[in-house]
């Protein structure tokens, strides 16, 4: 692989900033996909180029590259992606219990049940992004193998793993020794 030379460090105006993107363009989004998956990288990387673009007046010069800089605002952006996701199954859970289930289809259970969803919560996100393209995105291994960009064996792994955390989580909760072993119904 032949090796970029690589701008000058970022100045201000909008076509040396264009040379920065064309340049790092690749590396933080290959970085992204491995923290955000293939999914959320392209939103992400986007994300991080426009806020290095409305603070480029303030970079500040103190490598040969900008890297370093645009590796710092992508790690804020995967940051923040993740208390994102985490306030929305947080939210998600608290309104579970408002909800009733849409019907007998076991994916509306991760919608309508707080304890599923904490337990979904608490999964490393890997494995519950495996879990969320099969149970809501109704996709399949391999599908959801393709939109994640891993071999179909790794998301069998994840989902293997993420069923048997969450089956040891709802095991775990008082809560579920109530519940009709058949139905998932309370005892009244």
Known sequence: MARVEPPSPA?????????????????IVRYLRRR?????????????FLRAF??????????????????????RVVAEE?????????????????????GDDPADRLETDPRLIRAVRRLPPADREALLLVAWGELSGAEAAAALGVPAATVRTRLLRARRQIDAALRNDPAVHDLHPATGEHHG
């Open 11 to 27: 100045p201000p105006g909008s076509a040396a900033f264009a040379e920065v993107f064309a340049a790092y363009l690749p590396p």
């Open 36 to 48: 955000l998956g293939d999914a959320a990288a392209e939103d992400a990387a986007a994300e991080v």
């Open 54 to 75: 409305r603070m480029r007046e303030r970079y500040e010069p103190r490598t040969a590259t900008p890297l370093p800089w645009l590796y710092a605002i992508a790690t």
């Open 82 to 102: 993740h208390r994102h996701e985490r306030r929305r199954l947080r939210t998600l859970e608290r309104l579970a219990g408002q909800r009733r289930s849409l």
